[in-house]
């Protein structure tokens, strides 16, 4: 009788203690297990596009910049605080800007964006809107003498309504892209010419994205646009004011891979 009871006593202990050796067993086993490797990881660049987050090979630089920082969109404004405007402390040009330079570094074109606020300074001196390419003027020529560009880029926000600056590609919009080239620049032709490549690329991947060319000159206008500082200097207005951000994402998007198709051509 004894033997019995001990029998099913030590059966009871098993029956118990077993749970807790598996458990044992498996923790063992997973600390002794192999990481797992890390899922290569993506960027959102534009509203509806997925680039891998190691860059491509550098093909070639550019210089980033913006004479007129706050010009805003009323779409993005309107989101951020209720407000429609079309001069914004941070829902500016600046913001997508930052957006470019990440797209241009995706496609291996090494980006750099003007290292000094002077937007800010001009704005605690009151400098007037059209004397701010003459107020920007010496830091962009300080900062050309100091590296080779491919492209420097000048970015601003063009005033005309979504009607006349939007394309619809495959079903999705896009802010369409206007060059500026001052006219008054002796050498304008070689702005144009590099503004064309440029043009002609982004048509190849959604045609209809860029406007006529905008030439200016003569009284009443800068007609230089600090243009004469180097051949690969333009001036780019992206889409207009109305344009929302997902459309402008979009746009940023075809401007990174058509520069990099123009490097890669050269």
């Given at each position: 009788m004894k033997k019995t009871s001990l029998i099913w006593g030590s059966l009871i202990l098993f029956l118990f203690l077993f749970p807790v050796f598996v458990s044992m067993t498996a923790e063992g086993q997973t600390a002794k297990s192999p990481k797992l490797v890390k899922e290569t990881s993506y960027m959102v660049y534009a509203a509806n596009v997925l680039e891998e987050e190691s860059a491509a090979q550098t093909t070639g630089k550019a210089l980033l910049y913006f004479t007129h920082s706050h010009e805003?969109?009323?779409?993005?404004?309107?989101?951020?605080?209720?407000?429609?405007?079309?001069?914004?402390?941070?829902?500016?040009?600046?913001?997508?800007?930052?957006?470019?330079?990440?797209?241009?570094?995706?496609?291996?074109?090494?980006?750099?964006?003007?290292?000094?606020?002077?937007?800010?300074?001009?704005?605690?001196?009151?400098?007037?809107?059209?004397?701010?390419?003459?107020?920007?003027?010496?830091?962009?020529?300080?900062?050309?003498?100091?590296?080779?560009?491919?492209?420097?880029?000048?970015?601003?926000?063009?005033?005309?309504?979504?009607?006349?600056?939007?394309?619809?590609?495959?079903?999705?919009?896009?802010?369409?892209?206007?060059?500026?080239?001052?006219?008054?620049n002796p050498n304008y032709k070689q702005n144009q010419a590099k503004a064309k490549l440029l043009k002609d690329e982004m048509e190849k991947l959604v045609p209809g994205i860029t406007r006529d060319f905008i030439v200016k000159s003569g009284v009443g206008v800068d007609g230089k646009y600090n243009q004469d500082l180097h051949p690969s200097l333009l001036l780019i207005e992206l889409g207009g004011i109305g344009n929302a951000e997902d459309e402008l994402n979009r746009t940023v998007s075809v401007i990174g891979s058509a520069a990099a198709a123009v490097l890669q051509n050269s």
């Open positions: 805003a969109y009323e779409p993005m404004t309107k989101a951020f605080d209720g407000k429609v405007a079309v001069s914004h402390h941070s829902e500016n040009i600046m913001k997508i800007g930052e957006k470019l330079k990440s797209q241009l570094d995706v496609n291996g074109v090494e980006t750099t964006i003007l290292p000094i606020d002077i937007q800010a300074q001009m704005e605690k001196k009151g400098i007037a809107y059209g004397r701010s390419y003459k107020e920007i003027r010496p830091y962009v020529q300080k900062q050309v003498k100091a590296d080779n560009y491919d492209f420097i880029i000048d970015l601003h926000r063009d005033h005309l309504r979504a009607d006349r600056t939007t394309i619809v590609h495959n079903g999705e919009k896009y802010a369409k892209v206007a060059f500026v080239i001052g006219k008054n």
